[in-house]
T-cell receptor
Framework: DGGITQSPKYLFRKEGQNVTLSCEQN?????MYWYRQDPGQGLRLIYY???????QKGDIAEGYSVSREKKESFPLTVTSAQKNPTAFYLC?????????????FGPGTRLTVL | QKEVEQNSGPLSVPEGAIASLNCTYS??????FFWYRQYSGKSPELIMF????GDKEDGRFTAQLNKASQYVSLLIRDSQPSDSATYLC??????????FGKGTSLLVTP
């Protein structure tokens, strides 16, 4: 069954902690993306990766870090430097980056700072 | 700033009617456009994409693109209560990621 998985579904973080959100895909997609969604808002791009061992900052990368060591995996770390991390985090993938490839989303991780 | 604008709604239509959702974009370099449906608490689900001027139909859904007016729309025919959701419009240029609008909330009443 092909798709994108994200874990955990819900995550609670204490102030000052780093947490890592998992994203895995078995669609053989080259490009992967991380978005953040706040209530009543559209999705904003955090980081994206077009190929293994390469990634670029999106519009709101401050306080976040990523890695892309395997094609299937693109984990996101929310660091203590992120001032307001409570949000819905969405991972997506596409066959390749660029304007003509539709992106498919995982189920999301809802992060709450206690 | 490259903007994608949508009316937040809610847009309320009776069951069986046509729902019309609209979106404008500011970046003339935008090449392709996507409509996603998002149920409350869930992730976005791709409904339609359109690259060329004109209409594109898929079942009950029709996407319309007018690049001269920088306008994209989504028509939902024979609207059902299960269509009640937030609809997100997104645009991408030759770059890498989707630029999303804030979404329009659709309510289909029985």
């Amino acid at each position: 069954d092909g798709g994108i998985t994200q874990s955990p579904k819900y995550l609670f973080r204490k102030e000052g902690q780093n947490v890592t959100l998992s994203c895995e895909q078995n669609l053989n997609h080259d490009a992967m993306y991380w978005y953040r969604q706040d209530p009543g808002q559209g999705l904003r791009l955090i980081y994206y990766s077009q190929i293994v061992n390469d990634f670029q900052k999106g519009d709101i990368a401050e306080g976040y870090s990523v890695s892309r060591e395997k094609k299937e995996s693109f984990p996101l770390t929310v660091t203590s430097a992120q001032k307001n991390p409570t949000a819905f985090y969405l991972c997506a993938s596409s066959t390749r980056s660029g304007g003509y490839n539709e992106q498919f989303f995982g189920p999301g991780t809802r992060l709450t700072v206690l | 700033q490259k903007e994608v604008e949508q009316n937040s709604g809610p847009l309320s239509v009776p069951e069986g009617a046509i729902a019309s959702l609209n979106c404008t974009y500011s970046d003339r370099g935008s090449q392709s456009f996507f409509w996603y449906r998002q149920y409350s608490g869930k992730s976005p689900e791709l409904i339609m994409f359109i690259y060329s001027n004109g209409d594109k139909e898929d079942g009950r859904f029709t996407a319309q693109l007018n690049k001269a007016s920088q306008y994209v729309s989504l028509l939902i025919r024979d609207s059902q209560p299960s269509d009640s959701a937030t609809y997100l419009c997104a645009a991408v240029n030759s770059g890498y990621a989707l630029n999303f609008g804030k979404g329009t909330s659709l309510l289909v009443t029985p």
